[in-house]
């Protein structure tokens, strides 16, 4: 199984300024085969980034996502309030499909 | 507009079967060439993939549910179905149905319903 590690586990930043979340995978992810979604309390996880950095329908383009093979980054370059929520990454080069455990970004 | 809607049983009790259903409206199962997953959350877990369908039938499991669960889809009525057998205080969560991105067999997921909360306990 291949396992997510995610970094950091919380983010704590004001409006404005500039995330970075990272995911490395334990084994190589072949084309790119990663994903990352927002979670909000109360609501299912929502599509942010597929194949490592295709911004799904929707997404604004201050969500960006980089990296290959086992690093992975999420860059949001310009925190908007509702923008604070936890981010899961995924992958789906291999079953079982896995996730990692999150990173929660709440207001400084 | 695609959407999915997860029912079911709020409450399991300990190893009884667990069985939830997931509605398709928006779009025809029957011309759509989707797969679609059951994934569940929980506090102690995270978020776990459960499982995939492909439309015709086929499916594939995560083998950490020791073959304990099954997956059927109904294309004449529009939608999908998750049963769990045997369950334990840790099958207990939120659980979601979710489609594969079109473009990708077997991706990232795109739609999700809202989910379900179950509960085990006697």
């Known amino acids: 199984e291949i396992v997510l590690t995610q970094s950091p586990g919380t983010l704590s930043l004001s409006p404005g300024e500039r995330a970075t979340l990272s995911c490395r995978a334990s084994q190589n992810l072949s084309r790119g085969s990663l994903a990352w979604y927002q979670q909000k309390p109360g609501q299912p996880p929502r599509l942010l980034i597929k194949g490592a950095s295709k911004r799904a329908t929707g997404i604004p383009d201050r969500f960006s996502g980089s990296g290959s093979g086992t690093d992975f980054t999420l860059t949001l370059s310009r925190l908007e309030p509702e923008d604070f929520a936890v981010y899961y990454c995924?992958?789906?080069?291999?079953?079982?499909?896995?996730f990692g455990p999150g990173t929660r970004v709440d207001v400084k | 507009q695609l959407q999915l809607q997860e029912s079911g049983p709020g409450l399991v009790k300990p190893s009884e079967t667990l069985s939830l259903n997931c509605s398709v409206s928006?779009?025809?199962?029957?011309?759509?060439?989707?797969?679609w997953g059951w994934l569940r959350q929980s506090p102690g877990k995270g978020l776990e993939w459960i499982g995939t369908i492909y439309y015709n039938g086929n499916a594939w499991y995560n083998s950490s549910l020791s073959s304990r669960a099954t997956i059927s889809v109904d294309t004449s009525k529009d939608h999908l179905s998750l049963q769990v057998r045997s369950v334990t205080a840790a099958d207990a969560g939120v659980y979601y149905c979710a489609r594969h991105v079109v473009e990708t067999p077997m991706g990232a997921f795109d739609i999700w319903g809202r989910g379900t909360l179950v509960t085990v306990s006697s």
């Open positions: 928006g779009v025809s199962m029957t011309n759509s060439f989707n797969y």
């Open positions: 995924h992958q789906y080069a291999r079953t079982p499909y896995t």
